[in-house]
């Protein structure tokens, strides 16, 4: 385990989002974050069906995120483009504006967190969005959107936020899945890809990530790493900051919920946003391309869109929608994995924008 010490300062953004105060005030939360985390225990369900819940558990196992940086490239604006942040990073749910906005608007720091839930596991999707997806070589192609991110599997073991067992990250169009030492999975009909390393934040243990420059296909740590410039990114509940440059190690990164009305899924049907179900809307004004006809349209997908053409029976999104079957079939034993939902906004159970 790789012990870190974090260092706050930054650009504040505040949200009232209750969950445990006697924890997270042991394991040194800033006083902000206590603020927003303040109210007491009772008011947690234990169950996804809570917003409050759902956020202090999001947070409780939102991953240290490393982010490799090139500073190289014009369409990387001295690593700018690398940064991430929140799709209407620019004011407006235009997909197709994304990558033209870029240089001219702020970039904090924000993440997307979806939280789905059966009786035996918790299923938390984190979405890393940036707006550009891009390269400096004439052989690569560019696009307006990238969304890629990491499933964790969280086992129900009677404590409050359960235990990390497994996780599946997202790199381009392929599933890559890890699991922590000592941990109660194996292999299933997919093969492991490693190991899921922690590292200590705020006094537990977090999963870390990270996402390669550029193209932002994202794995577990090392298997993807900081090369040369780099950010190192912490979850927050209240704060997003903007790297203050291309090697910042201390950057903090607030969850949204993405059932909320921050979120993306109350606006899957808002034809500025979204080309078709799951996928990003995206044209090829702005520059992008780094010769002529090497930028893709509608090439980005949010989690519900994510999909590994060569995993059997998993389908296009089941990742976020039905991540009780691909645990099964990612991981063994099957038997451990309930099957019958109780909180899945995705497939209409517990769906807090319901009338």
Not at 22 to 43: H, I, K, P, Q, V
Not at 152 to 179: C, I, M, Q, W
Request: glycine share 12%; net charge negative.
């Amino acid at each position: 385990m790789v012990s870190i010490r974090r260092l706050r300062r930054g650009f504040v953004a505040r949200a009232v989002l209750p969950a445990a105060v006697m924890l997270l005030s042991a394991c040194g939360a800033s006083s902000s974050e206590e603020e927003a985390l303040g109210e007491t225990r009772g008011a947690l369900a234990g169950s996804a069906s809570s917003a409050a819940f759902r956020a202090a558990l999001a947070k409780r196992w939102a991953p240290i995120h490393y982010q490799d940086v090139d500073v190289t490239g014009s369409h990387g604006l001295n690593g700018r483009a690398d940064y991430i942040t929140r799709v209407d990073f620019d004011g407006d749910w235009s997909g197709t504006n994304n990558w033209d906005n870029t240089p001219s608007k702020a970039l904090p720091a924000y993440v997307y967190q979806s939280v789905v839930e059966t009786s035996s596991h918790w299923y938390i999707v984190y979405t890393f969005f940036h707006p550009r997806d891009w390269f400096d070589s004439i052989f690569d192609s560019e696009h307006e959107n990238d969304g890629e991110g990491v499933l964790l599997v969280v086992e129900r073991n009677g404590t409050e936020y359960g235990s990390l067992a497994g996780a599946v990250t997202v790199a381009h169009k392929d599933f890559f899945s890890y699991t922590p030492d000592g941990g109660p999975l194996t292999a299933g009909a997919e093969s492991l890809d490693g190991k899921l390393s922690t590292a200590a934040f705020e006094g537990v243990q977090h999963p870390i990530t990270a996402q390669e420059a550029k193209g932002h296909g994202l794995k577990a740590w090392p298997y993807y790493d900081i090369n040369g410039d780099g950010v190192k990114y912490y979850p927050s509940l209240t704060t997003a900051e903007e790297p203050s440059s291309a090697t910042d190690s201390d950057v903090r990164y607030k969850l949204i919920d993405i059932y909320g009305s921050e979120g993306l899924w109350t606006r899957r049907s808002l034809s500025e946003l979204f080309a078709s179900d799951g996928t990003f809307r995206g044209d090829t004004s702005g520059g992008c391309g780094y010769i002529a006809g090497q930028c893709g349209t509608n090439s980005a997908n949010a989690p519900w869109g994510w999909d590994d053409g060569d995993d059997g029976p998993v389908g296009r999104g089941e990742i976020a929608t039905d991540p009780a079957k691909l645990a099964a079939h990612y991981f063994s034993p099957s038997s451990r994995f309930s099957t019958t939902y109780t909180f899945n906004p995705f497939k209409g159970v517990g769906d807090p924008n319901a009338p």
